[in-house]
C-alpha cells in the first residue's frame, strides 16, 4: 500500500488531500499544530497522527519516525502543505509575524524535505510535492512577506528537482490561486482587514480543487502544477505582458 504524510493535514488543503489519497485506497498519515482538528481526521480517515510544529526539527524526526514504523517502511509522498499568510501593507505587518511566515512557510518545508528524505531514499518512486501559490509567481502586494515565503519553496522545489534525480526521488511545486480556507481570514495585528477583503472580484477555488492538482503531482512528470484558470493567466501575464502586468499592480496601490 502507498503512504503519504501531510503536514497541515487537520484542515484545509491538507485535509482534502488526505481524504483524497485516502479514497484512492492510500496509507495517511497527518501532522499539525491544531490537536483536535488532527484527531478529528485521524478518525475520520482511519490515518497516523502526529503532532509537528514544522519549525521543530525534532517533531518532524519523532512524527516520519513514526509513521515509517506504521506503513512498514515506506513514505511514497510527503506532502509539505503546511503554511500561514498575514495580509496588509508591508508597514503594518510586524517583524514578528513576518518571521513567523518565514519560520513556517520556508524553514518549515526546508525541515520537511531534511526530515523526510531518508525515508523517500529508501522508497522507490518516491515523490517530494511543497505546496506554494500563485503568489510565488507574481509578487503580491499586501502578502509581500507571504509572496516572498512562496517564491523561495518554488525556488528550492526547482533545485530539489535536480539535485533529487540521483536518488530516483521526484519533485514537484502545487501552486495555489486563492482557495477557500481559513488562510483567507489572516489579516494582521495592525489591521482589521483579511485577504479575503482584498479579493472580492477574484474567482476563489475549492479545497478539491487542489487536491485534485496534488493528486496529478504525485503521478505526473511536471515540476509545477497550478490550481485554477486565474492563476495559469497569472503565470502567462507574468511570461509574456510583464510591464503591463507591473503597470496595473502600481495602479492599485498608488496614492
Not at 499539525?32 to 518532524?60: C, H, K, N, S
Not at 524526526?61 to 500561514?84: K, P, Q, T, V
Not at 502586468?245 to 496614492?255: N, S, T, V
Request: proline share 3%; glycine share 10%.
Amino acid at each position: 500500500m502507498k503512504s503519504i504524510f501531510i503536514s497541515g493535514g487537520a484542515s484545509g488543503i491538507g485535509l482534502a488531500a488526505a481524504r483524497r489519497f485516502k479514497r484512492e485506497g492510500w496509507f495517511v498519515g497527518i501532522g499539525d499544530i491544531d490537536a483536535a482538528g488532527m484527531q478529528r481526521a485521524a478518525d475520520e480517515l482511519d490515518a497516523f497522527a502526529a503532532p509537528l510544529d514544522v519549525r521543530d526539527r525534532t517533531q518532524w524526526a519523532a512524527a516520519l519516525a513514526g509513521f515509517a514504523e506504521a506503513s512498514g517502511g515506506r513514505l511514497d509522498l510527503l506532502l509539505n502543505n503546511a503554511g500561514i499568510a498575514r495580509y496588509g501593507l508591508f508597514e503594518e505587518v510586524s517583524p514578528t509575524e513576518a518571521e513567523l511566515q518565514i519560520d513556517i512557510n520556508v524553514k518549515g518545508v526546508v525541515n520537511g524535505a531534511y526530515a523526510a528524505l531518508p525515508h523517500l531514499k529508501a522508497t522507490s518512486g518516491s515523490r517530494l510535492i511543497n505546496v506554494a501559490s500563485v503568489a510565488g509567481i507574481v509578487g503580491s502586494p499586501g502578502l509581500a512577506v507571504y509572496s516572498a515565503t512562496k517564491f523561495a519553496v518554488r525556488g528550492l522545489s526547482e533545485a530539489l528537482d535536480a539535485e533529487f534525480t540521483r536518488h530516483g526521488i521526484g519533485v514537484a511545486c502545487v501552486m495555489p490561486f486563492f482557495v477557500e480556507t481559513p488562510l483567507l481570514d489572516a489579516g494582521s495585528t495592525g489591521t482589521n482587514r483579511t485577504i479575503r477583503d482584498a479579493i472580492k472580484k477574484a474567482p476563489i477555488y475549492t479545497v478539491e480543487d487542489a487536491a485534485e492538482q496534488i493528486w496529478r503531482a504525485a503521478h505526473g512528470r511536471e515540476r509545477e502544477y497550478i490550481v485554477g484558470k486565474a492563476g495559469r493567466q497569472a503565470l502567462f501575464a507574468k511570461r509574456f505582458l510583464p510591464g503591463r502586468l507591473r503597470k496595473r499592480m502600481k495602479a492599485a496601490f498608488a496614492r
